[in-house]
């Protein structure tokens, strides 16, 4: 394990004061959390045969995040996503959705009328990721202009 995550001894807390609502997001340490949850021994995603690995790629992807966040106010359709997540082709909204289904984050049901219908919606797993989609939103959001400045540098 990670020396930094082991030697961790306090709670970080981020507050994030967006359009003046407060945001607080609180982070414990690994060490603690595995305390609380021994099943975490079992599941470590540092050693590089553990599956949790592809779940952290789908939900840490920038295009999963934006389709998570979309959903959050209820199903949509293919075209309603695609018109929030501006940027995203057809193709990669096709092939993000389905690895969500996939995953059990979201939900697709196909109505029989006509034309055909398709909605999607979080379900109660989708649903329990949104706080941490959130807090990266909010995080890019607030540090976007600091990290270009770094870029530029």
Partial sequence: MNAEFESANATNVAQIDMAGSNREATVTNIRDAKRKSPQLDSVTPFKKNCPSRNLLDTISDKWAVLILLSLENGPQRNGEIKDQVQGITPKMLTQ??????????????????????????????????????????????????????YRSA
Wanted: glycine residues 6%; negative net charge; proline residues 6%.
């Fill in 96 to 149: 993000r959705l389905g690895v969500l289904v996939e995953d059990g984050l979201v939900t697709r049901t196909s109505h029989a009328v006509v034309p055909p219908r398709v909605d999607y919606q979080l379900t109660d797993l989708g649903a329990s990721v949104i706080e941490p989609c959130r807090a990266m939103y909010f995080w890019a959001v607030e540090n976007i202009e600091q990290v270009e400045a």
